[in-house]
């Protein structure tokens, strides 16, 4: 199952970063890019159903290691 996820930053320059974090994150395969005139984020993601699934609450600590919001 596909899952969808979005966050906004302050900056283009911090989305930008963001982003990039996002080509080499070794917690799961992503596809992110950018969105809302370059301030968000867009990520898709491959629900593991294996078990509980981890993704969203990684990416919420590295967006806030960025100062993103869940949009």
Same mark, same amino acid.
């Given at each position: 199952m596909e899952s %969808? =996820?979005?966050y906004r930053f302050?900056? %283009?320059q911090t989305a930008n970063r963001f982003l990039n974090k996002l080509?080499?994150?070794? =917690?799961?395969k992503v596809t992110a890019s950018l969105c809302q005139g370059g301030y968000g984020v867009k990520i898709r993601? *491959? =629900?593991d159903t294996? $078990?509980?699934?981890y993704t969203l609450? *990684?990416?919420d600590d590295l967006a806030m290691q960025? *100062? $993103? *919001?869940e949009i």
């Open positions: %969808q =996820v979005s302050d900056s %283009q080509k080499h994150w070794s =917690v799961a993601y *491959e =629900v294996s $078990g509980f699934d609450a *990684e990416l960025h *100062e $993103g *919001e």
